[in-house]
């Protein structure tokens, strides 16, 4: 088994996780936070990129926006898939308003809508609020096989 490479949602900084530690404990090297927090940051898109092109586990975004109330709404669904799915995929978010230019580039038409993105490339897409078991199950149906 080789190392993970998790990139922090705080400063970008790439983390290598040895398989045998616990990955839920492990602390960003280079700003010292938690690498997972079970709850889904909202990233900016530089940090986006970063995660999409850095990041050996599979990540998934969350594209919402402040106004959308089916995003207000799945919030607490996503936050929880995340405690469920975290350390073997990453969960973030990213606000469709402040990163116009990442949405436009993703092809976002609706939200919510979330994009799963395995050796940075997109895997798969599903737009609509779901629950929290709905995101759990969609992700793991669609995390490529030698994936988490």
């Not at 993970?4 to 705080?10: G, I, S």
């Not at 700003?31 to 909202?42: A, I, L, N, R, T």
């Not at 926006?65 to 799945?74: N, Q, T, V």
Request: with cysteine; hydrophobic share 45%.
């Amino acid at each position: 088994m080789s190392d993970r490479l998790v990139v922090c949602n705080h400063c970008g900084g790439v983390n290598r996780l040895p398989q045998a530690r616990p990955a839920l404990d492990a602390k960003c090297g280079k700003c010292g936070v938690k690498v997972f927090s079970g709850h889904p940051e909202d990233v900016g898109g530089a940090i986006f990129d970063r995660q999409i092109a850095r990041s050996s586990i599979p990540v998934v975004v969350d594209v919402w926006a402040p106004w959308c109330g089916p995003c207000r709404a799945m919030a607490p669904a996503y936050e929880a898939a995340a405690r469920e799915l975290e350390p073997d995929v990453r969960l973030i978010k990213l606000n469709s308003d402040a990163e116009q230019a990442v949405a436009g580039r993703l092809g976002i038409s609706g939200i919510p809508t979330m994009i799963l993105f395995a050796g940075g490339r997109e895997v798969a897409r599903m737009s609509g609020a779901m629950p929290a078991a709905q995101i759990v199950q969609w992700v793991r149906q669609h995390l490529p096989r030698n994936a988490a």
